[in-house]
């Protein structure tokens, strides 16, 4: 990577911090975010990024979305508010866990039993930078009950789904697609069917 490129990339990463994950965001930030989002994607240092598992690999914590459904979750919900966002991608088994943690707002924050969202899906590449995304099933529970810690818990996912009391998902809202716009070791950024924009960095490999 090139200085020029890993300074534009520390400049982003400054930028979205006080952006609660796209959450608070005001018009001239967005303006800037947007522009400092392309500028890294003109130059991403991964073209084949589907080509590229070992990059792929990983729990991906969510530093920025303008994705509608993430941005609702955390507003419609009166007392609680999300915590961490990961998105765990497996590429050998080419699976894909959304999980997302939810907790107490404000000063409910240490009296509101603290839970856990988690989407599971399956996901296909279908050109050097797309893949299609089949959504199969989702979890709602407590952090406590579940004794939740993140690699645990996604260990659960992928081995013994059926230990986890789960829903299937609608068939109508099963399938999407992702277009993964700038990859490197720790930092992605993807564009999904919805408009959506993410982008993402790596926590573990």
Known sequence: MSDALAQQKLVLLRSLEATHR??????????????????????????SPTSAPELLEGN???LF?????????????????TGEIYQCIRTQTKQVFNVAEIQGSGWLRDWVPRGVLAVSARFEPTSERRVQVIFERFVLGSQALMNYQI????????????????FKIDIRQQRGWLDITYLDEDLRIGRGSEGSLFVLQKVSP
Request: aromatic fraction near 4%; avoid cysteine.
């Open 22 to 47: 796209g959450r608070s965001l005001l018009p001239e930030q967005k303006s800037e975010i947007l522009t400092q989002i392309a500028v890294l994607e003109e130059h991403n240092p991964t073209p």
């Open 60 to 62: 991906w914590l969510t």
């Open 65 to 81: 979305t303008t994705s509608a459904d993430l941005l609702r979750l955390a507003n419609s919900l009166p007392i609680l508010t």
């Open 151 to 166: 690699d645990s818990f996604l260990d659960l996912l992928e081995h013994a789904p059926a230990r986890i009391p789960a």
